[in-house]
Structure formats: C-alpha cells, structure tokens
C-alpha cells in the first residue's frame, strides 16, 4: 500500500462526499491508496453518508471513535490502523488536487532518503465575509532547505503549523511519541515534533490541497477552549525544547522565546477579529493572560529591549502592558487593545521600491538603490537574487515577484535582510503584493562606461555586459502587464548611451511601458540623436553630472578630458528637452573656485533653465562644515543668477542631517555671509506652509530639517488620486486644484520630480511669488 489517507469526520454529512471524491479522483492507481475516515462520535449521519461514499473508493475503511476525542484523538486512531507507506492527513471538509498523490509519489521515488513532504495549498472559494486571513497558500517553502532552519522558524512562529499540508513516511510514527493531542490546536506541537524528528524534508511549491474556509471552521472562531488548545501546545513545544534545547546545531531557547510572542499576539488578533462583544473580548483577553501566565515560565519576552518592530511585538507589548496594569479597568483595557489592534490591520512595513520598483543590474535583479549607514557602514542596493550567466534566457516576472514577496515576509517577520535599519521603510497599508505592478524599472544591466569618476565603483564601470537577455526581459514584462502603470523607466549603470544596442532597446522599452517618461543618466561624452528625439517629444529626460568648474577639475574628478564638448552635449540636449544637471560634491571639487566657477560655466552655455541638483558622494556617512558651506553657497549663486529650479538631493539631505543638528544655525549665519544675502527660509516669515508631495522627501523636510521644528504643515496636496483624502503626517493630503483658493506659500517636496510638479503649479495659473524657492534645511 503506498498511501494511507486520514480523514477525520465529525458532523460533516454535507461535505465528506466531495472530499471522498476528491480522493477517487486521483491521477494515482487506486489500488495503492486506502482511505480510513475516522468518526468523531459525530451526532448526524455523517457515518451513513461516508458508508455510502466509500463504496465508490477501491480500498475503504470506517473507524467510529467510542467518544469525542477531537480531531487529533481521530487522526491517531486512523495512525494506528494505517498500512501506507505514506500518511496524508485530510479534513473532512477540504479537497485535493487531482494530481496530488502522484506528485508526492514522483518526489518519494526520486528521493527516497525522504520522510516528510510539504506541499501549498490554497482556499476553495474566497469568503471576504469571513475574518479570517485572506492569504491563502504557504510563505514558508524556503525553509525546507535546511532542517536546523525548519526547526528555528517553526520555533519562531514563523511557519505554518497545520499538520494537513505535509505528507509523512509511516516510519515516523513508529516513535509512539509523535501522536496529536487531544483538544483544539493539537496540529501546532504536532508539527512542530514531526520537523523535529524528520531527518529529510523537502518543499512541493504547488498547490495540492484545496481548504474549505466555512463559519465553522476552526480559524474562525474564539473561545476560552481555542485559547487553551493553542496555550498549551505551544508550552508543550516549550517543555520539548527544556529538555532538548540543542535540536538542532544551535540553541533554540531564544528562538522559542521569540516565538511565544508570536503566540501570544495570533491569539490577541484572533479575539479582536472573531469576537464582536466587547464584554466577551474583555473576558478571552483576561483568559488569555492568565492562561498563558500559568503555561509559560515569564511573560517577560523581552519586548522592552527587543528592537524588532514586527507586528507580532508590536501586538503582544500592547497587551502585556496593558494587561499588566493593575490600576486599568478591564473595559477600558479592552478597548485600548482592541483598537490597537484593528490599527494595525492590514499594515506592514515596505516601501515604495520593494511595492513597486525593479532595478536590472548585469548579474541581479534589486528592489532599490538607497543607500545608508547603519553603525557607521554602508547599505543599500538590496538585491532580491542573482542572474547566473546564461544571455539567451530571459527574467520572468513570476520569479521577480516571488523574491519580492518573501523579501517583504522576512522584513516583517524580523529576520535579518539587506533592509534592515533603512530609513525609507514605512509601517502603513500598502496595496496587497500579489502581482507585479511597477511604477518604476531602471535599466542598469551592464557597465560600459567612457568615464572613471572618483565617486564611483566597479559596478558602474567595469564593463560587466548582462548575464540574460535583457530585451527578452522586457518582452516577458510588457506580457504579463507589468509595466502598465510605469511611470518612470530609469537608464544607468555605466553610461547607457555607451551601449551599442541603447537605441533600439530604448524604443522597445519606451512602447512597452506607454505611461513611462524614459530618464537616462548619461555622462554626455557620447550624443544620441534617438535620445534627442524622445527629448523632444517630451518622452525623456536627460540627467548627467559635471561636478567641475574648471577642466582640471572636471579631469580629477572625471577621469578623462572634455569638460567644452560634454557642456555643448548638454546644451544640444537642452534645447531638444528637459535635462538636470547634478553636482556631487567630493573633497576634489568643493573650492569656492570650483562652485563660482560651475555656475559661470552653466551662464556661459545658457544651461541655467536646466534643473540643477545638489548631491554628495553617497559613499560620505556625514558631510562636513566645510562642504555644507560650499554647497549652500552653489545653491544661492545659482539661485541669484536666475536658474529656476535648484535642488538638494535626496542623498544629500539624508547626510546633512548632523551638522544641520550640530552646527545648524551658525551654518546658516555662515552662509548668508559668504554670499552677501539671504537665500534660506525662515520660519518667521514662512510660519505655516503647504507642501506639494505626500512622500518621502516631505516625510524627511518636515521630520529632519531646522525649518519645520518651527514652521508648521498646513496640509499636503498631491496629485495622485490614491493619496488625495488620505492623511499624511498628521495632515490632510489634497488635490492641488484647492490651492487656487488660498493665498498659502507651497513648498514642493520632490527631487526628479521637481521639473513635473513645478509645471503643474504654472498650469494652475498660480502666483510664482507663492512658491518657495528659498533653501529649506
């Protein structure tokens, strides 16, 4: 007999016939399965019912339990009686797939040193009238690699704990230890023992079992009894671990610690989510704490000194607090936590590049290209996988969006990730990460570059060509609607023009993302008239550095010669379109010399209509005095020549930080002075203000800078229609059109989009005295 199938069955007569045929349907020979459905002393007729099923089933078997045990107490009945050489377990109410037992058997065979198989699942029909989560399917598959991984995240409260999405050699229980307990909640200590004496596990990424989510269905429903079931398996797993606490090749006390908060918070959302009486949520939240004060040995989880922000913590400190305070009348602690939890849903930490961004390097696939210190160490450009070196085959979109949702798994289970300590993450409802939706692809995919600047890196200079096919990439992204609301196509790396395909793959991509504005950071050495064109049409924007005011300079800090020719690029560039000009400040190129001498340069090649943007060398923590000084100087010398549009950077702002907290306002007396006028905002002349742009730049001005400890946010206005309504920071977020009715000062909060907002504020037909031109810091 290869498979034994386990059906427990109490008072299921109206679905226990689906899940028998399910069985019959099976693509495996029939002869080599035996079903045993176990009654639960059920109270309807649901034994006739599976009498009458099984006959259609070619090896059948009804065992009728003496007394209700619960579903465990049947299971270990079916156990005892199996003679598979496997073990499903299915419930009485659920399906499998037709082809899921000759997927375990082709795995089995193929690795016969096997003894347990995971597998994915998904819901039969969505119930949105449910409260139970509405994710289907597993997030834990990667940890089947390892078993001392398997045991950590289990142990974590990491994983699944349903006992019914595995399969099991026989072997297993011949250890009479690995039995389920009576009572609800027996899969979670369950599971955990099956991993635990498992010496090879593995993960079938497909779906082979189908869950019934009904009303009566365990997850969802709460009582005194579900609370007392969960408790005490998991202190079941805790005394496992007391008396074995090397089950793995490492200490595992911590991991269990971890995860008991965990359980403690599942069991906090579970109340809030199943019970609607507020009096009935007050009396499961006292249980709850009493119940799991009397199981486990502290309910000092550590929570206090824990830096993780997991909703877990998040949760189970809210309550313990609570709950701890003796001088809190329940009621109102019951609200204190039921509100706190309801907060919190659907919430979880990402950003807007993890949600929505792909970056195409030579050899990955990243989600980002901030780059920040933690402990005095650089960060950033968090890669979601490696390419290997195959230039025929092409990226599919399923396995960019697969790394993307387990990166954003781990970031909110705590797990340690290249994201850890990244000042852009944000705890808020971001939209459900179920497909790929990009708003932002950046072709960085080789490093062909005619420069070698002081600032850069290998990465961008090395000559690295593409390990896949980029122009298949982009044809399999376009395909399964990827790139649909792109917005912004980013070209970098080396300098793209540099390539010799850049302009056919520039149309490409250009007709595959039709709402996408094309932005090629180009060095100018080389010209594109294909870019010309598009600049043109308002199709592209052309961004590229000069960081020089002299040639001497511009060669040490460039690498090469040619400061004129690279001037008359931009100035051909500039008059086809829209271009910006950065300076990123370096200890080469900071001179007064420097900064006067760059602005007369853009004078003398009428290229002050240009954006100009402000910037540092992003390998710099900190900037200095000196070059904060230097660079407010560039930024009121240019502002006095007449360039419309001047900017610090991102990059830029996030390294002021302490010497604007330091030296701040002496840095701003020290500016004034070394230009001979005032050129940074006052909040005594600007107390209140709107800000145009709910995102991160406006998160930073109003949370970073010396202007907002004192000026205040009249409100946001924003002109993407999902941000309008919505509250930001304490504010109101608006459609811009409402600014026609006041007469407020508006600072615009963006970068790259700087140029885009600031010809919108102009089509609104609004005086250019309102803007806000002076530097905020």
Known sequence: MRFSIVIPAFNASARIANCFESVRRQTFP???????????????????????????????????????????????????????????????????????????????????????????????????????????????????????????????????????????????????????????????????????????????????YLK?????SIVNQISERHLDGYIRAWSAIGDDVKSQPNLGSRDLREAYRWGTVGAVATRVREIVRHESDARRRAALFAHLYKAAQSKFDTLDLGLASNSAKTTYHMIAAQFLSVMANATLELPHGEAQITNFVEGLAGKSWSCQDLHHSIFLAPDQVRTCCKRFFVGGEIR????????????????????????????????????????????????????????????????????????????????????????????????????EGALERCSIVVWGGGDPVAAKNFGPLLKKVAAGA??????????????????????????????????????????????????????????????????????????????????????????????????????????????????????????????????????????????????????????????????????????????????WGAGQQARYLVRETLFFKTAAVKHFVDSTPSKIGTMYLGCEVKDPVVLRDSEDPVLIAAVQGYPLVLEQFNRLGLEPKRLIRDLVI
């Open 30 to 208: 029939a002869a080599e399965v035996e079903v045993l459905c176990v009654d639960d002393a059920s109270t309807d007729s649901t034994p006739d019912v599976a009498r009458e099923a099984g006959k259609r089933l070619n090896r059948f078997r009804l065992i009728l339990s003496p007394r209700k045990g619960g579903p465990g107490a049947a299971r270990n009945l079916g156990i005892s009686a199996a003679c598979g050489g496997w073990l499903l377990f299915l419930d009485a109410d659920d399906e499998l797939m037709p082809h899921a037992l000759s997927v375990i058997d082709r795995l089995s065979r193929e690795r016969p040193e096997l003894d347990l198989i995971a597998f994915d699942w998904t819901y039969q029909t969505l119930r949105p009238e449910l409260k139970s989560s509405a994710r289907s399917g597993r997030r834990d598959g990667g940890y089947f690699a390892s078993r001392d991984i398997l045991i950590e995240r289990y142990l974590q409260h990491r994983m699944d704990g349903s006992s019914i999405f595995n399969a099991y050699r026989r072997d297993l229980f011949a250890d009479s230890r690995l039995r389920f307990a009576e009572g609800l909640h027996e899969d979670v200590d369950f599971a955990f023992r099956a991993y635990a004496q498992s010496c090879r596990q593995t993960y079938e990424p497909s779906v082979l």
């Open 212 to 216: 019934d989510n009904h009303a009566g």
């Open 380 to 479: 950033g450009d968090v890669a979601l996988f490696d390419v290997p070196k195959e230039p025929s085959r092409a990226i599919e979109p399923e396995q960019i969006l697969k790394a993307k949702q387990a990166l954003h798994q781990a970031i909110n289970s705590g797990e340690p990730t290249g994201c850890d300590g990244c000042p852009f993450l944000e705890f808020k409802d971001w939209s459900p990460l179920n497909r790929l939706d990009l708003t932002y692809l950046s072709m960085e995919h080789h490093s062909i570059c005619n420069m070698r600047c002081t600032y850069c890196s290998d990465t961008y200079f090395g000559g690295a060509q593409p390990n896949y096919d980029v122009s298949g990439t982009v044809d399999r992204l376009v395909a």
């Open 514 to 691: 039709t709402s996408a504005r094309q932005r090629v950071l180009t060095n100018a050495v080389k010209y594109s008239a294909v870019l010309e064109d598009m600049l043109v049409d308002g199709r592209a924007h052309v961004v590229t550095s000069v960081d020089a005011g002299t040639e001497a300079t511009f060669q040490a800090v460039r690498g090469v010669a040619g400061l004129d020719r690279v001037l008359g690029h931009i100035a051909r560039y500039s008059k086809a379109g829209q271009v910006s000009i950065k300076y990123i400040f370096t200890s080469d190129n900071a001179s007064d010399h420097d900064v006067r001498g760059f602005v007369a340069l853009l004078a003398a090649h009428k290229l002050l209509g240009c954006d100009v943007q402000i910037s540092s060398d992003f390998k710099q923590e900190f900037i200095a005095r000196e070059a904060a000084l230097a660079m407010t100087t560039m930024y009121a010398l240019l502002r006095r020549a007449g360039c419309e549009s001047v900017i610090f950077d991102e990059l830029l702002r996030a390294r002021l930080t302490r010497v604007l907290a330091e030296e701040g306002d002496a840095l701003v007396a020290a500016a004034h002075r070394a230009v001979g006028f005032e050129f940074i905002a006052s909040p005594a002349t600007l107390p209140r203000v709107v800000i």
